[in-house]
Nanobody, 119 residues
Framework: QVQVVESGGGLVQPGGSLRLSCTVSGIAIKDYGMNWFRQVPGNQRELVATSTNGDIRTYGDAVRGRFTIIRDNAKKAIYLEMNDLKLEDTAVYYC?????????????WGQGTQVTVSS
């Protein structure tokens, strides 16, 4: 059984930093693209950062230069380092593992961790 578990969310002031963690069991993440998404109630889920299985990293326009995605295949974990946080970064952050293999999509999600940026 695959489990994806996020942690590290919380309340932070504008300009502050947080580090989110995502640990995965049941699969080898080296074979998966790993993503961080976020969602505000009433809005669509937004892609924040991606690490491909070759660890090519891309970022959404809203976070580029402030957030960093880090992959540790040995620990089956990914991290999201968030700096210079803004009010608009407030959201539930989700970790996602995805792989297309032999015509099938393997797509796993965590339950999310709340990040609130407020003064």
């Amino acid at each position: 059984q695959v489990q994806v578990v996020e942690s590290g969310g919380g309340l932070v002031q504008p300009g502050g930093s947080l580090r989110l963690s995502c640990t995965v069991s049941g699969i080898a993440i080296k074979d998966y693209g790993m993503n961080w998404f976020r969602q505000v109630p009433g809005n669509q889920r937004e892609l924040v950062a991606t690490s491909t299985n070759g660890d090519i990293r891309t970022y959404g326009d809203a976070v580029r230069g402030r957030f960093t995605i880090i992959r540790d295949n040995a620990k089956k974990a990914i991290y999201l380092e968030m700096n210079d946080l803004k009010l608009e970064d407030t959201a539930v952050y989700y970790c996602n593992a995805i792989r297309l293999w032999k015509g099938h999509a393997y797509d796993y999600w965590g339950q999310g961790t709340q990040v609130t940026v407020s003064s």
